[in-house]
């Protein structure tokens, strides 16, 4: 059986039959599993009908406000909202809730303040972007994830979106790369990480020029070949599919990750199918289409006020 077909017969194995997708088999709904869960099922060839019914199950978890939360107990853990602008890319059902999202986002942040003089970290922190929990400092990946969500439905060139991608900019390591959003603490480079790489290079493919990110390129692209773990490989591959540089021997990273749970076990829905995306994602006829649908010359008409 082709990879395509283990792939999509594990996350069919995952779906519930009302719509949404469980952790793990035999496991429980997760909305994180269900957003990646539509990606994963868009390119795998699911039909419009099949997706809806998940999509559908998606806007239920939607609160009032526009964000989509991990757990209607816990509202501040909202960093789902851009997986699920995302996920309701092309649905027609989903709009309203799209739409809702889509001003949660614009009017939401993190806690910015002045840099201090005598801070003992080296990135700007008054520059907005987007926390993984509500009242807390902006990241990395929550950010990349809600540039990406935002570009593809046409913010590019909102103010809110230009300065996240500011943010991300600042937030590159000197060599090359970027980890979950610290840059120099008390004079000494942090290390970067693969998954942080990965996702901000994703969002900012075509929105910033190639020679700003050239040295995060040249690190994940040296880097990718000794993943072992489908978060980090997924979003790798994803990031230098985004600018042209899927490695030649994606497949077989793959297909070697999978392999590993002979050995740990079966991966979570939502990092089996972030490796799924990013096993596609060499290919620009599938990939194109989903997460690189953006646009930097719309803006649509929400108050940010």
């Not at 002045?114 to 987007?130: F, I, R, V």
Request: contains cysteine.
């Amino acid at each position: 059986m082709s990879l395509n077909g283990l792939l999509g017969n594990e996350l069919a194995r995952r779906a519930l039959p009302e719509g949404g997708f469980v952790d793990r088999p035999q496991g429980r709904f997760r909305v994180d599993a269900t957003a990646w869960g539509i990606l994963a099922s868009r390119v795998l060839g699911s039909s419009q009908e099949v997706v809806e019914t998940h999509c559908s199950r998606l806007v239920r978890e939607q609160g009032e406000d526009g964000r989509v939360r991990v757990s209607p107990h816990h509202p501040e853990c909202y960093w789902p909202t851009a997986l699920a602008l995302l996920a309701w890319q092309g649905s027609p059902a989903s709009q309203s809730a799209h739409s809702l999202s889509i001003r949660f986002l614009l009017n939401t942040t993190g806690i910015h303040f002045a840099k201090k003089s005598e801070s003992p970290s080296a990135h700007d922190t008054a520059l907005k972007g987007w926390p993984w929990i509500e009242d807390t400092h902006s990241w990395v990946e929550p950010t990349a994830t809600c540039v990406m969500a935002l570009r593809m439905s046409g913010y590019g060139r909102h103010d809110r979106v230009r300065e996240a991608v500011r943010m991300l900019l600042d937030r590159q390591l000197p060599h090359g790369g970027w980890n979950a959003g610290n840059t120099i603490v008390f004079g000494h480079e942090l290390h970067p990480m693969p998954e942080g790489t990965g996702s901000a290079l994703a969002s900012l493919a075509g929105a910033v020029d190639e020679a700003e990110v050239a040295r995060s390129l040249d690190y994940l692209h040296g880097e990718v070949d000794r993943l072992r773990t489908p978060i980090s490989l997924g979003w790798s591959l994803i990031g230098l599919a985004a600018w042209g540089r899927w490695p030649s021997r994606g497949v077989v990273l793959v297909e070697r990750c999978l392999a590993n749970q002979g050995r740990y076990g079966g991966y979570d829905t939502s990092s089996l199918c972030l490796l799924t995306l990013g096993a596609l994602a060499g290919d620009a006829k599938a990939y194109r289409p989903l997460l690189q649908r953006v646009s930097s010359s719309t803006v649509s008409v929400v108050s940010s006020s």
